[in-house]
C-alpha cells in the first residue's frame, strides 16, 4: 500500500500563515493607530472578520479547480484572458510600490537604532533591494523551507512582544477612543489590507493538498485563527501599551519590547526586521520577474522591456527606486499597494461567483465580494491607480491584438506575392 505525498493540513496551515504573516506587522500597528487611533482596534477586527469568508472563498476555488496560476487562472476561466492580464499586471507593477514601503519599515527600525532618520531609511532600502537584485541575478533563492523559518522567526518575536508588554498595558490608553473620528477607522482599514494581503495563495496551493476537497478548508480555518490571534493580539497590547505615543512610532515592536524587556532589544528587534525584509523582497523580486516575463511571453507586456526575468527584474528595481525618491509619504504609498492587493480580490471573488456551485460556498464568496468592493472604496484616490493599472492592461491587450493583424495580413500578401 502506498503512501499519498503531498501537504498535511499542519504543513498547508503554515505555508498559508508565512504567506500571510509578512512584514507589514512590523509597523502596521502605528499606521492604523496614525489613522484612528485606539478606534483602528476596530479596523483589525474587522479585517480579521473579513479574513475568513475571503480565506474561504479561495480555498473553494482552490479546491474545485486545483492549479498553480491562483487568482489569474480564475479570473482567465471566469472572464477571458484581457481580464487574466489585468490580475498579472496589478500583481506585477505592486511589486516595485510594494518593495520601497517594506523597506522603509525596516528603515525605521534600523533608524532608531543608529539615528540619521531619512537617509538612514534611504541608505537601508538601497541596500535590501541591492541585494535581493544580486540574489536574484545570479539565481540565489530564499527556499520555501527559509521562508517558514523567517515567518516562524517574526510569529515567535510577536509572541514574546505581546508577553513582554502585556503588564505595561493600561486601559486609560484607550481614550480618546476615536481622536479622528468614525471615518478613521475606514482609513485604517483600507491601510491594513497590506498586513492580511497572501490569502490569494491557499488557490496555488490547494494542488498540493493530499485531498485538497478534505485539506484546504481545514488548513484555512487553522490559518485564519493563528494570523488573527496574532494580528489582534500585537495590535491591542501596542495600543494599550504605548498609548499616543503608538501612533508617531517607526519602530512600534522595538518600543514595545524595550519597555517590556529593556537591554539591547532594538539592536536585535532592527537585525530580525532587516533579515525578514530581505527575505520577503527577495520573494517579491523572485516572483515579479518570473511573473513579468511570463506575461512578455502571453503577449500581455512588450517582451523588449520585460521579456525575460533579468529585464523584468531590472525593471523592478528600476521601478523601486523611482518610487521610493517620490514625496508620497509612508501612508500614501502602502495605500497604493493596497489598492492593487484590494483590485485583485474583488476580481477574484468576482470570478468565484461565477465560477463556484450554488450553496454555501457560493454565498460566502458574496460576502467576501461586498466586503473587499467597500475596502476598495475606502482605499481613497490611491484606488484610482490600481484601475489604471487594470485599463492599461486591458487597453495593452486591444492594441497588441490589432497591431499583429495587420502584421500577419502583411506576411501573408508577402508570401503570396513571393
Given at each position: 500500500?502506498?503512501?499519498?505525498?503531498?501537504?498535511?493540513?499542519?504543513?498547508?496551515?503554515?505555508?498559508?500563515?508565512?504567506?500571510?504573516?509578512?512584514?507589514?506587522?512590523?509597523?502596521?500597528?502605528?499606521?492604523?493607530?496614525?489613522?484612528?487611533?485606539?478606534?483602528?482596534?476596530?479596523?483589525?477586527?474587522?479585517?480579521?472578520?473579513l479574513s475568513a469568508p475571503l480565506a474561504w472563498t479561495f480555498a473553494a476555488l482552490g479546491a474545485r479547480y486545483p492549479d498553480g496560476g491562483g487568482v489569474s487562472t480564475y479570473a482567465r476561466m471566469a472572464f477571458g484572458p484581457r481580464v487574466a492580464a489585468a490580475v498579472g499586471w496589478c500583481f506585477y507593477f505592486a511589486v516595485p510600490l510594494g518593495a520601497p514601503v517594506a523597506a522603509a519599515f525596516t528603515g525605521g527600525y534600523v533608524a532608531d537604532v543608529l539615528g540619521g532618520g531619512r537617509t538612514t531609511e534611504f541608505v537601508t532600502f538601497l541596500a535590501i533591494i541591492g541585494t535581493a537584485y544580486g540574489m536574484n541575478w545570479f539565481g540565489l533563492?530564499?527556499?520555501?523551507?527559509?521562508?517558514?523559518?523567517?515567518?516562524?522567526?517574526?510569529?515567535?518575536?510577536?509572541?514574546?512582544?505581546?508577553?513582554?508588554?502585556?503588564?505595561?498595558?493600561?486601559?486609560?490608553?484607550?481614550?480618546?477612543?476615536?481622536?479622528?473620528?468614525?471615518?478613521?477607522?475606514?482609513?485604517?482599514?483600507?491601510?491594513?489590507?497590506?498586513?492580511?494581503?497572501?490569502?490569494?495563495?491557499?488557490?496555488?496551493?490547494?494542488?498540493?493538498?493530499?485531498?485538497?476537497?478534505?485539506?484546504?478548508?481545514?488548513?484555512?480555518?487553522?490559518?485564519?485563527?493563528?494570523?488573527?490571534?496574532?494580528?489582534?493580539?500585537?495590535?491591542?497590547?501596542?495600543?494599550?501599551?504605548?498609548?499616543?505615543?503608538?501612533?508617531?512610532?517607526?519602530?512600534?515592536?522595538?518600543?514595545?519590547?524595550?519597555?517590556?524587556?529593556?537591554?539591547?532589544?532594538?539592536?536585535?528587534?532592527?537585525?530580525?526586521?532587516?533579515?525578514?525584509?530581505?527575505?520577503?523582497?527577495?520573494?517579491?523580486?523572485?516572483?515579479?520577474?518570473?511573473?513579468?516575463?511570463?506575461?512578455?511571453?502571453?503577449?500581455?507586456?512588450?517582451?523588449?522591456?520585460?521579456?525575460?526575468?533579468?529585464?523584468?527584474?531590472?525593471?523592478?528595481?528600476?521601478?523601486?527606486?523611482?518610487?521610493?525618491?517620490?514625496?508620497?509619504?509612508?501612508?500614501?504609498?502602502?495605500?497604493?499597494?493596497?489598492?492593487?492587493?484590494?483590485?485583485?480580490?474583488?476580481?477574484?471573488?468576482?470570478?468565484?461567483?461565477?465560477?463556484?456551485?450554488?450553496?454555501?460556498?457560493?454565498?460566502?464568496?458574496?460576502?467576501?465580494?461586498?466586503?473587499?468592493?467597500?475596502?476598495?472604496?475606502?482605499?481613497?484616490?490611491?484606488?484610482?491607480?490600481?484601475?489604471?493599472?487594470?485599463?492599461?492592461?486591458?487597453?495593452?491587450?486591444?492594441?497588441?491584438?490589432?497591431?499583429?493583424?495587420?502584421?500577419?495580413?502583411?506576411?501573408?500578401?508577402?508570401?503570396?506575392?513571393?
Amino acid at each position: 500500500m502506498t503512501t499519498r505525498t503531498g501537504l498535511s493540513v499542519s504543513q498547508g496551515a503554515a505555508l498559508s500563515v508565512g504567506a500571510v504573516l509578512g512584514t507589514g506587522l512590523i509597523s502596521m500597528p502605528a499606521l492604523a493607530a496614525e489613522a484612528a487611533g485606539p478606534a483602528s482596534l476596530v479596523a483589525w477586527l474587522a479585517l480579521i472578520l473579513l479574513s475568513a469568508p475571503l480565506a474561504w472563498t479561495f480555498a473553494a476555488l482552490g479546491a474545485r479547480y486545483p492549479d498553480g496560476g491562483g487568482v489569474s487562472t480564475y479570473a482567465r476561466m471566469a472572464f477571458g484572458p484581457r481580464v487574466a492580464a489585468a490580475v498579472g499586471w496589478c500583481f506585477y507593477f505592486a511589486v516595485p510600490l510594494g518593495a520601497p514601503v517594506a523597506a522603509a519599515f525596516t528603515g525605521g527600525y534600523v533608524a532608531d537604532v543608529l539615528g540619521g532618520g531619512r537617509t538612514t531609511e534611504f541608505v537601508t532600502f538601497l541596500a535590501i533591494i541591492g541585494t535581493a537584485y544580486g540574489m536574484n541575478w545570479f539565481g540565489l533563492r530564499i527556499s520555501g523551507k527559509v521562508q517558514l523559518v523567517l515567518s516562524a522567526c517574526l510569529a515567535t518575536l510577536l509572541v514574546v512582544t505581546v508577553v513582554a508588554a502585556l503588564p505595561h498595558a493600561r486601559w486609560e490608553n484607550l481614550q480618546p477612543f476615536a481622536p479622528h473620528g468614525w471615518t478613521g477607522i475606514g482609513a485604517a482599514a483600507a491601510i491594513l489590507v497590506w498586513g492580511f494581503a497572501g490569502w490569494e495563495a491557499l488557490s496555488s496551493l490547494s494542488g498540493e493538498y493530499r485531498n485538497p476537497q478534505r485539506d484546504v478548508p481545514r488548513a484555512t480555518l487553522i490559518a485564519v485563527a493563528v494570523v488573527g490571534v496574532l494580528y489582534l493580539a500585537v495590535a491591542a497590547v501596542s495600543v494599550l501599551a504605548l498609548g499616543p505615543a503608538l501612533a508617531g512610532s517607526r519602530a512600534p515592536l522595538a518600543d514595545l519590547l524595550a519597555i517590556g524587556v529593556g537591554g539591547p532589544v532594538r539592536a536585535i528587534t532592527a537585525v530580525v526586521a532587516v533579515v525578514l525584509t530581505l527575505g520577503a523582497v527577495n520573494a517579491y523580486f523572485a516572483g515579479g520577474s518570473r511573473l513579468g516575463a511570463a506575461l512578455a511571453g502571453e503577449g500581455a507586456l512588450p517582451a523588449r522591456v520585460f521579456g525575460s526575468q533579468r529585464k523584468a527584474m531590472t525593471f523592478i528595481l528600476v521601478a523601486s527606486v523611482v518610487s521610493a525618491l517620490l514625496p508620497l509619504g509612508l501612508h500614501t504609498a502602502a495605500l497604493l499597494v493596497t489598492g492593487c492587493f484590494t483590485l485583485v480580490y474583488v476580481i477574484g471573488t468576482a470570478a468565484a461567483l461565477r465560477l463556484l456551485p450554488a450553496g454555501w460556498s457560493r454565498v460566502v464568496a458574496g460576502v467576501a465580494f461586498v466586503a473587499v468592493v467597500a475596502l476598495l472604496w475606502l482605499n481613497g484616490w490611491p484606488a484610482l491607480l490600481s484601475l489604471a493599472i487594470a485599463a492599461g492592461a486591458v487597453i495593452y491587450q486591444e492594441w497588441s491584438s490589432r497591431s499583429r493583424v495587420p502584421a500577419a495580413a502583411d506576411s501573408q500578401e508577402t508570401c503570396q506575392v513571393g
